[in-house]
């Protein structure tokens, strides 16, 4: 692979093309391949209808046997279309908040002598305070759904937990979130940040796996108040 060879690593942005960077639809437009690792997003069926052609990573996630896995595929099929030419890789919000895959490219690019640009859109964490009227002075940790089991909430400040898209991944976080908090604990559900009708739910944290879920939507848990005593 040419040390030149370029991977461009674009941001969607939280929902559709209003919240897409100019900078990130050229990179589409100009492309000669262009990726997405899935076409569950607002962004993604916009490109397609301005005649923008791409290949979609959503096949993998039946195949692998673990997201890690899962991830480090995807990032292996952009690194080996890479040597054909430039190529785009797009990713729903900001390549770099909550993107595994985008990590591993990064890690590898470098192995196969490849150059990654990464072209910027606003992250889903923007969109969801906004949705909320949350500012960031009482801090805030980000979680991945998908692996919640691994990771440890905050107690004392709030918590942003995304990938929760289904009942069954709502349900794995409850469940973790019970751990540390208790069952009528309050917590925020937050369904289409970035678009024109964004919907918050507050319910008791028991309740959570009760609701209807889609690829928008993420859990926002207050901080301290939620400390289980003794």
Not at 41 to 64: M, N, Q
Not at 82 to 101: M, T
Not at 124 to 134: D, G, K, P, S, V
Not at 137 to 164: C, F, W
Request: charge should be negative.
């Amino acid at each position: 692979m040419a040390a030149d060879t370029a991977i461009r690593v674009i941001g969607l942005g939280p929902a559709g093309l209003g919240g897409m960077s100019l900078s990130a639809m050229q990179a589409l437009q100009e492309s000669r391949k262009v990726f997405v690792r899935t076409k569950h997003h607002p962004a993604v069926a916009e490109i397609s209808d301005r005649g923008i052609v791409f290949e979609s990573f959503d096949r993998l996630y039946e195949l692998a046997e673990d997201f890690e896995e899962l991830y480090r595929e995807m990032a292996e099929r952009v690194l080996a279309e890479a040597s054909e030419g430039g190529v785009v890789y797009a990713v729903p919000g900001h390549p770099l908040v909550g993107e595994r895959s985008v990590e591993l490219l990064l890690e590898n690019a470098g192995r196969v002598g490849a150059r990654v640009e990464i072209v910027c859109s606003p992250s889903f964490i923007e969109a969801t305070l906004e949705a909320l009227r949350i500012g960031l002075d009482r801090g805030l940790k980000i979680l991945d759904a998908l692996q919640i089991e691994a990771l440890m909430p905050s107690l004392d400040t709030p918590n942003l937990i995304y990938q929760v898209y289904d009942r069954d991944t709502a349900s794995r976080v409850k469940l973790r979130l019970m751990e540390f908090f208790s069952d009528e604990s309050k917590v925020w559900i937050v369904q289409g940040a970035g678009t024109d009708d964004p919907r918050i739910s507050e319910v008791a944290l028991y309740e959570l796996d009760r609701r209807e879920f889609d690829h928008l939507t993420s859990v926002y848990v207050p901080g301290g108040v939620l400390r289980v005593e003794g």
